[in-house]
């Protein structure tokens, strides 16, 4: 049986924390996985990455396979060639998919045509890749998972409604702050309470961003717009007083850490004194992308 991670709920709780303890020995060169020798991995990308591109790339090297770039542009599926038909296509070449995309149902449409893993590196509703990596940083800052709170203020976007369904899976507390109108998915939220039976996370949408943050450990933001969203500049007004900036922080918790996804608009949902500020856990962040993924990479592929 295939194994996909189209969404962090993919994964069970052990194993979400076995990836990181994993991701840990990996960064410190304790272990060398050639899970991936002679395997051919396409990392499809219908939109911008620099971060998640090159993790995947360099990862998939390190672990002895051939990643293989695939520029959406630059394939039939541009000149519509259905998802169906690359599939099955790609299942008699590759032994594995990387795909960031717009529609998250494209993926698990792709998911249902290929024979092998696909990994979600970003769809219009989640972004698990990011919320693995930024776990691994959260355990290695504070040594623990559960019990924290994470206050995301901003967006309820993809990186949001993967953050809501990871407390609910794991066991830590979210609270989304948004401005109204720009609430989280209302299906991450479902699956996020309805996780949250089993592992007594509290998770809390609100539009106050002072609520969210008050007793935070971590405080928790991503770009206003989106990619795919570009057209909705005009909404940046509307997210007044949803900037992390000291006055929010002050909510927080004495031992505050603020993380980014990367790339930020600093001035928008950060400012740059506080961007620098938690700058070694932002970078710490992205460098995680490459540790976690291998770790789950490992898993998928065994
Ligand atoms: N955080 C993240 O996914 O970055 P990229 O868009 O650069 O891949
Ligand atoms: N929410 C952002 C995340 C970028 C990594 C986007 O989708 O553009």
């Not at 991995?41 to 360099?58: A, D, Q, W």
């Not at 790609?90 to 960031?100: A, E, F, K, Q, T």
């Not at 992205?286 to 770790?295: C, W």
Request: glycine content about 8%; aromatic content about 8%; charged content about 25%.
């Amino acid at each position: 049986m295939k194994r996909d991670f189209l969404n962090i709920s993919d994964l069970n709780r052990d194993e979400i924390f076995q990836i990181i303890e994993y991701a840990v020995k990996l960064k410190k060169g304790e272990i060398k996985d050639q899970t991936l020798k002679g395997k051919s991995i396409g990392l499809i990308f219908m939109k911008p990455s620099t971060r998640t591109r090159l993790s995947f790339e360099v990862g998939v090297y390190q672990m002895g396979g051939q990643p293989i770039y695939i520029q959406g542009s630059s394939t039939q599926m541009s000149r519509g060639e259905d998802i169906k038909d690359t599939g099955r296509v790609m299942s008699r070449y590759l032994d594995g998919i990387v795909i960031r995309t717009y529609s998250h149902s494209e993926v698990e449409e792709l998911s249902r045509y290929f024979d092998k893993p696909v990994i979600n590196a970003l769809t219009d509703y989640l972004h698990p890749c990011q919320i693995l990596a930024d776990l691994q940083t959260i355990y290695e800052r504070l040594g623990k998972i559960e019990g924290i709170k994470v206050a995301f203020v901003g967006d309820g976007n993809n990186v949001a409604n993967t953050w809501l369904i990871a407390g609910g899976l794991v066991g830590f507390n979210v609270s989304v702050a948004t401005p109204e109108g720009y609430e989280p998915s209302g299906k991450a939220v479902y699956e996020a309470f309805k996780l949250s039976e089993k592992s007594g996370a509290e998770i809390q949408i609100t539009n106050d961003p002072v609520e969210a943050v008050k007793e935070a450990d971590v405080v928790y933001t991503d770009v206003w717009v989106s990619m795919g969203q570009e057209g909705e500049k005009e909404k940046k007004e509307l997210f007044k007083g949803f900037t992390v900036n000291s006055d929010l922080l002050s909510h927080a918790s004495k031992n505050v850490i603020v993380m980014h996804c990367l790339p930020a608009h600093k001035g928008e949902e950060i400012t740059e004194d506080i961007f620098e500020k938690y700058s070694d856990v932002i970078f710490d962040e992205a460098e995680n992308r490459l540790h976690a993924q291998k770790a789950l990479m490992s898993l998928l592929f065994k």
